[in-house]
């Protein structure tokens, strides 16, 4: 590590930090949600499909409870991964979270689900990406991590696992012929200027009952503890949840959503600023729309004792708008050499990334006994449906003549890009699942198996658009031609669980992934002639696989639990960008089944209750992943991180207090000298409540305590050394606060 980029990411604390460690490995238990009264091994997950209690899931789930996401002033996506050792979220400069990776897989590869269904994809494009902010944290019940493919339960894309988001709804506060529930609550952090206010209100008039969420928040840039400085913004957003139910009869219920949210983002790009960019401005907006419509009953017939059937339909536009005073070169006069040197002109760039999806989901139960066995088997099928385009606009205008131009040219005389275009056609994608899942009790034995098997089809299908390519360049560098994707694969898990005594336990997971090549990997064409590269269609890519096992043993006593696993995951055929050679100057790029790896670890969960009123708890998480291909390490696997809690609640439950405290090792095992290694460092975060009465309450958070100088391991892997700014801008803020107030009646 260079020695500027040392200073930024290096907390030099190596006693106090082994130290720290070693204490954390003995009393080491994961921050799972859990409230004062909810101890780890009861807490509910719906992982499985059915309602399970965490000790009896054969693999590792982390919950974060609606409890949790209060206590911890949890504010977006990011938050929610903060005290989940083995879990992050990725970022890109201007384009926000790009999604959650989990033991070291991330991207498309881990699937985002809300309410049963799928959301928006991730689109890689530089630091424009566009990703996972369009979720409102005040609507959110519950939020179950799954460690490791998940495909079996959840189709294609939960290869690397899968991150389901639960809303919140009526039967939350409200369970009765006739009630009502009101809540406001506003809440502020420092570190980036966030304010917030929302309020919830729900009712119930005999067999009808509604809840509606609304939150708004305005937001500045975060802080950065250093030299470091991001680009200055100005944001806002809203979101809007309505849940509606109606019991049409005791077995029978009928449900609606509708879920809105909305954000804008005024940005300076100081980034963007160079010797041809006198000043870069822009205005990125965010809107989501979901409608859904849920029927359940519940019975006992042959084939099923409970439906549950939901349809939804979700919309997400995302606009990129940037206006540019610039150098241009769309104006050169052949006839006047001086033009050669560019003039000054505006530029105006319209860049959009859209999807819109239909989906159904049928799951159906059946619990029965067969020879003194007893079964709940869960099956089901869900398609859905998601279009997905990518218009590109961009244009200038000469200042001193007022010409305008659509066709932009790179340098004096180069080829132009001519716009309106699109990065990739106008995609269809086609997905069709059938799972089945039995879990097999032998209660005499002490013995649980669980078979999965799933079937999926999926279909992606390219519409021709003359604007793919419409300045003629890819079809230069070897033709373009759009390929449809029609595969199908059939994924297998299985679990057991061997109860050895009456709170000891041993599981073991086996489980299968896929994921095919989506939208822009097989048929993007794009050029950059600025930059002198350019990215060809492979209309050959086949599916990425993976498998994963995994197996543990857990111990609940009176007043510990106590859980540790080992994983090791295998993926093949990873689709990854490769140079395929030059045309001129231009060097082509081409998305191609080039990757294998191997992702092992442990991890360690446990909670020691001092007493009714205090707690130790804690997790660690160890993974080591390495490049089967190159035989190199890989870059996105987390550092040996820590997580030790230490919470009081008084014995009235009207106030309490809890010390975090975060450890991260050193991380030196990287794909190259050239990138970047991160060293230990320790962050300290104390949270607290004061409940006033029933109506009235107080939370906070002092975060960073220690001040610390430090970026995350997912802000800074596969820098370069010498990336000295951009080390410096991922630099996490220092001391910072959260405070929020909430009022009931």
Same mark, same amino acid.
């Given at each position: 590590?260079?020695?500027?980029?040392?200073?930024?990411?290096?907390?030099?604390?190596?006693?106090?930090?082994?130290?720290?460690?070693?204490?954390?490995?003995?009393?080491?238990?994961?921050?799972?949600?859990?409230?004062?009264?909810?101890?780890?091994?009861?807490?509910?997950?719906?992982?499985?499909?059915?309602?399970?209690?965490?000790?009896?899931?054969?693999?590792?789930?982390?919950?974060?409870?609606?409890?949790?996401?209060?206590?911890?002033?949890?504010?977006?996506?990011?938050?929610?991964?903060?005290?989940?050792?083995?879990?992050?979220?990725?970022?890109?400069?201007?384009?926000?979270?790009?999604?959650?990776?989990?033991?070291?897989?991330?991207?498309?590869?881990?699937?985002?689900?809300?309410?049963?269904?799928?959301?928006?994809?991730?689109?890689?494009?530089?630091?424009?990406?566009?990703?996972?902010?369009?979720?409102?944290?005040?609507?959110?019940?519950?939020?179950?991590?799954?460690?490791?493919?998940?495909?079996?339960?959840?189709?294609?894309?939960?290869?690397?696992?899968?991150?389901?988001?639960?809303?919140?709804?009526?039967?939350?506060?409200?369970?009765?012929?006739?009630?009502?529930?009101?809540?406001?609550?506003?809440?502020?952090?420092?570190?980036?200027?966030?304010?917030?206010?929302?309020?919830?209100?729900?009712?119930?008039?005999?067999?009808?009952?509604?809840?509606?969420?609304?939150?708004?928040?305005?937001?500045?840039?975060?802080?950065?503890?250093?030299?470091?400085?991001?680009?200055?913004? #100005?944001?806002?957003? @809203?979101?809007?949840? +309505?849940?509606?139910?109606? %019991?049409? &009869?005791? /077995?029978?219920?009928? *449900? =609606?959503?509708? #879920?809105?949210?909305? @954000?804008?983002?005024? +940005?300076?790009?100081?980034? %963007?600023? &160079?010797? /041809?960019?006198?000043? *870069? =401005?822009?205005? #990125?907006?965010?809107?989501?729309?979901?409608?859904?419509?849920?029927?359940?009953?519940?019975?006992?017939?042959?084939?099923?004792?409970?439906?549950?059937?939901?349809?939804?339909?979700?919309?997400?536009?995302?606009?990129?708008?940037?206006?540019?005073?610039?150098?241009?070169?769309?104006?050169?006069?052949?006839?006047?050499?001086?033009?050669?040197?560019?003039?000054?002109?505006?530029?105006?760039?319209?860049?959009?990334?859209?999807?819109?999806?239909?989906?159904?989901?049928?799951?159906?139960?059946?619990?029965?006994?067969?020879?003194?066995?007893?079964?709940?088997?869960?099956?089901?099928?869900?398609?859905?449906?998601?279009?997905?385009?990518?218009?590109?606009?961009?244009?200038?205008?000469?200042?001193?003549?007022?010409?305008?131009?659509?066709?932009?040219?790179?340098?004096?005389?180069?080829?132009?890009?001519?716009?309106?275009?699109?990065?990739?056609?106008?995609?269809?994608?086609?997905?069709?699942?059938?799972?089945?899942?039995?879990?097999?009790?032998?209660?005499?034995?002490?013995?649980?198996?669980?078979?999965?098997?799933?079937?999926?089809?999926?279909?992606?299908?390219?519409?021709?658009?003359?604007?793919?390519?419409?300045?003629?360049?890819?079809?230069?560098?070897?033709?373009?031609?759009?390929?449809?994707?029609?595969?199908?694969?059939?994924?297998?898990?299985?679990?057991?669980?061997?109860?050895?005594?009456?709170?000891?336990?041993?599981?073991?997971?086996?489980?299968?992934?896929?994921?095919?090549?989506?939208?822009?990997?097989?048929?993007?064409?794009?050029?950059?002639?600025?930059?002198?590269?350019?990215?060809?269609?492979?209309?050959?890519?086949?599916?990425?696989?993976?498998?994963?096992?995994?197996?543990?043993?857990?111990?609940?006593?009176?007043?510990?639990?106590?859980?540790?696993?080992?994983?090791?995951?295998?993926?093949?055929?990873?689709?990854?960008?490769?140079?395929?050679?030059?045309?001129?100057?231009?060097?082509?790029?081409?998305?191609?089944?080039?990757?294998?790896?191997?992702?092992?670890?442990?991890?360690?969960?446990?909670?020691?209750?001092?007493?009714?009123?205090?707690?130790?708890?804690?997790?660690?998480?160890?993974?080591?992943?390495?490049?089967?291909?190159?035989?190199?390490?890989?870059?996105?696997?987390?550092?040996?991180?820590?997580?030790?809690?230490?919470?009081?609640?008084?014995?009235?439950?009207?106030?309490?207090?809890?010390?975090?405290?975060?450890?991260?090792?050193?991380?030196?095992?990287?794909?190259?000298?050239?990138?970047?290694?991160?060293?230990?460092?320790?962050?300290?975060?104390?949270?607290?409540?004061?409940?006033?009465?029933?109506?009235?309450?107080?939370?906070?958070?002092?975060?960073?305590?220690?001040?610390?100088?430090?970026?995350?391991?997912?802000?800074?892997?596969?820098?370069?050394?010498?990336?000295?700014?951009?080390?410096?801008?991922?630099?996490?803020?220092?001391?910072?606060?959260?405070?929020?107030?909430?009022?009931?009646?």
């Amino acid at each position: 590590m260079c020695e500027d980029s040392e200073i930024i990411l290096v907390s030099r604390r190596p006693k106090f930090v082994c130290c720290l460690l070693a204490f954390s490995i003995i009393l080491s238990g994961m921050v799972v949600a859990q409230d004062s009264h909810i101890r780890i091994e009861e807490i509910e997950v719906s992982a499985t499909r059915v309602s399970r209690a965490i000790s009896n899931i054969a693999g590792t789930v982390s919950v974060i409870s609606e409890q949790e996401i209060e206590r911890q002033l949890i504010n977006d996506l990011d938050d929610l991964a903060r005290y989940q050792p083995g879990v992050s979220m990725e970022t890109a400069s201007r384009g926000g979270h790009q999604g959650f990776s989990i033991r070291g897989i991330g991207g498309n590869r881990v699937l985002t689900v809300i309410d049963g269904i799928r959301s928006s994809d991730i689109y890689g494009a530089g630091p424009s990406s566009y990703g996972k902010d369009s979720f409102e944290m005040d609507d959110l019940k519950s939020v179950e991590i799954i460690r490791g493919p998940s495909s079996v339960l959840y189709g294609a894309d939960a290869m690397g696992g899968a991150v389901l988001l639960r809303t919140k709804s009526p039967r939350d506060y409200v369970n009765g012929e006739n009630q009502t529930y009101f809540s406001v609550q506003t809440s502020n952090a420092s570190a980036n200027e966030m304010t917030r206010a929302g309020f919830t209100g729900a009712w119930q008039a005999e067999n009808f009952g509604t809840i509606i969420q609304y939150t708004a928040r305005e937001f500045s840039e975060f802080d950065v503890n250093g030299k470091g400085s991001l680009n200055p913004q #100005d944001g806002d957003s @809203e979101g809007l949840l +309505v849940k509606a139910f109606w %019991d049409i &009869s005791d /077995s029978q219920q009928l *449900s =609606i959503v509708v #879920d809105q949210y909305e @954000e804008q983002n005024d +940005v300076m790009m100081l980034s %963007d600023l &160079s010797r /041809s960019v006198s000043s *870069s =401005i822009g205005s #990125d907006t965010t809107n989501r729309d979901r409608f859904g419509i849920g029927y359940s009953w519940a019975g006992d017939l042959t084939f099923f004792d409970a439906v549950d059937l939901k349809i939804q339909k979700q919309n997400t536009d995302a606009l990129q708008h940037t206006e540019q005073n610039r150098t241009s070169y769309s104006f050169i006069n052949p006839r006047n050499p001086r033009s050669f040197a560019g003039t000054s002109s505006e530029r105006v760039t319209d860049f959009e990334f859209n999807q819109d999806t239909f989906a159904f989901g049928l799951n159906l139960r059946k619990e029965f006994v067969t020879s003194g066995i007893s079964h709940e088997f869960v099956y089901g099928f869900n398609h859905d449906e998601t279009d997905t385009e990518r218009p590109r606009n961009r244009c200038e205008t000469e200042i001193s003549s007022g010409a305008v131009v659509c066709k932009i040219s790179a340098y004096p005389m180069a080829p132009t890009e001519n716009f309106p275009n699109k990065t990739f056609p106008d995609t269809i994608t086609e997905r069709q699942g059938f799972y089945a899942q039995d879990e097999i009790s032998l209660p005499e034995l002490g013995l649980t198996i669980i078979p999965g098997l799933r079937y999926d089809s999926y279909k992606m299908i390219p519409l021709f658009d003359p604007s793919v390519d419409s300045s003629g360049i890819i079809a230069g560098f070897g033709g373009f031609s759009l390929s449809e994707v029609d595969v199908d694969a059939t994924s297998a898990s299985l679990g057991i669980i061997y109860d050895f005594g009456a709170q000891s336990s041993i599981f073991l997971q086996y489980a299968e992934g896929y994921r095919p090549p989506n939208f822009d990997e097989s048929n993007q064409a794009f050029v950059n002639l600025g930059y002198s590269y350019a990215t060809v269609p492979n209309a050959n890519l086949s599916a990425e696989s993976s498998e994963s096992f995994e197996v543990g043993i857990r111990q609940s006593l009176d007043n510990a639990f106590l859980s540790v696993s080992a994983f090791q995951n295998t993926y093949s055929d990873f689709i990854e960008s490769k140079a395929v050679g030059s045309a001129g100057r231009i060097a082509l790029y081409q998305d191609q089944n080039l990757g294998a790896a191997t992702i092992s670890g442990l991890e360690v969960v446990s909670a020691f209750y001092l007493t009714d009123n205090l707690n130790i708890q804690g997790s660690i998480a160890y993974a080591r992943g390495t490049n089967d291909i190159t035989d190199k390490p890989i870059d996105s696997v987390q550092p040996v991180t820590t997580v030790i809690s230490s919470g009081y609640d008084s014995p009235e439950n009207n106030w309490g207090a809890e010390l975090l405290l975060t450890l991260v090792q050193r991380k030196d095992r990287v794909s190259s000298d050239e990138v970047v290694t991160g060293d230990n460092y320790i962050v300290a975060d104390l949270l607290g409540y004061y409940t006033f009465n029933q109506s009235h309450s107080l939370r906070g958070g002092v975060f960073n305590i220690l001040d610390e100088e430090y970026a995350r391991w997912s802000s800074i892997q596969g820098l370069s050394k010498d990336s000295i700014e951009n080390l410096q801008n991922a630099t996490q803020p220092g001391i910072n606060l959260r405070i929020s107030y909430k009022y009931e009646f």
